[in-house]
Antibody
Framework: QLQLQESGPGLVKPSETLSLTCTVSGGSITSGYYWAWIRQPPGKGLEWIGEIYHSGSAYYSPYLTSRVTISVDMSKNQFSLKLRSVTAADTAVYYC????????????WGRGTLVTVSS | QSALTQPRSVSGSPGQSVTISCTGTSSDVGGYNYVSWYQQHPGKVPKLIIYDVTKRPSGVPDRFSGSKSGNTASLTISGLQADDDGDYYCCSYAGNPWVFGGGTKVTVL
């Protein structure tokens, strides 16, 4: 059974970089899927951040593209999110998940991790 | 403001049917058959209930069905049950990025 688990600091200061890692267990990150991040501010809706294929091809939300980087570490079976120059508006629950290629099928999700941006 | 437009709330009695609309444009909902729907209960991870407009993941009851006409996708919940109470979000491919609706609160009366 595939499992995804987010990890990283729960508190980040304004203007700093938010860094999260999603560890994939029970399957290989090179198995031909997209590995993605979505976030949800408290009390608000879902927002797509971006996704990456194991080959390294990454796609980002145009609203975040100047600040975001998603990368893959195949040796650790992990993928990561970095969001630079954060503000309070980046406070959210961040979810990692898997998406099937050529489909909107997002089957396996992490539990989500709350990241608060505050000084 | 969300890219896709959903009603803020819908409600129905147990056993009834409700339909949630998700309106976009020809650049997202109307342009691709990559519409999905998620159910979310408070404090929980979003659960995929419909993908690729009409397909149901394994384990999702056939009370949930999806459709699309032009730039509007719809989710219908038939035989409403108490556990269907929650928030529902639509999502569509938009030529990269993926865009979401603002969410609909379903209340089972």
């Amino acid at each position: 059974q595939l499992q995804l688990q987010e990890s990283g600091p729960g508190l980040v200061k304004p203007s700093e970089t938010l860094s999260l890692t999603c560890t994939v267990s029970g399957g290989s990150i090179t198995s031909g899927y997209y590995w993605a991040w979505i976030r949800q501010p408290p009390g608000k809706g879902l927002e797509w951040i971006g996704e990456i294929y194991h080959s390294g091809s990454a796609y980002y939300s145009p609203y975040l593209t100047s600040r975001v980087t998603i990368s893959v570490d195949m040796s650790k079976n992990q993928f990561s999110l970095k969001l630079r120059s954060v503000t309070a508006a980046d406070t959210a629950v961040y979810y990692c998940h898997r998406r099937t290629v050529n489909s909107s099928f997002r089957d396996y999700w992490g539990r989500g991790t709350l990241v608060t941006v505050s000084s | 403001q969300s890219a896709l437009t959903q009603p803020r709330s819908v409600s129905g009695s147990p056993g009834q049917s409700v339909t949630i609309s998700c309106t976009g444009t020809s650049s997202d909902v109307g342009g691709y058959n990559y519409v999905s729907w998620y159910q979310q209960h408070p404090g929980k991870v979003p659960k995929l209930i419909i993908y690729d407009v009409t397909k149901r993941p394994s384990g999702v009851p056939d009370r949930f069905s999806g459709s699309k006409s032009g730039n509007t996708a719809s989710l219908t919940i038939s035989g409403l049950q108490a556990d269907d109470d929650g928030d529902y979000y639509c999502c569509s491919y938009a030529g990269n990025p993926w865009v979401f609706g603002g969410g609909t609160k379903v209340t089972v009366l």
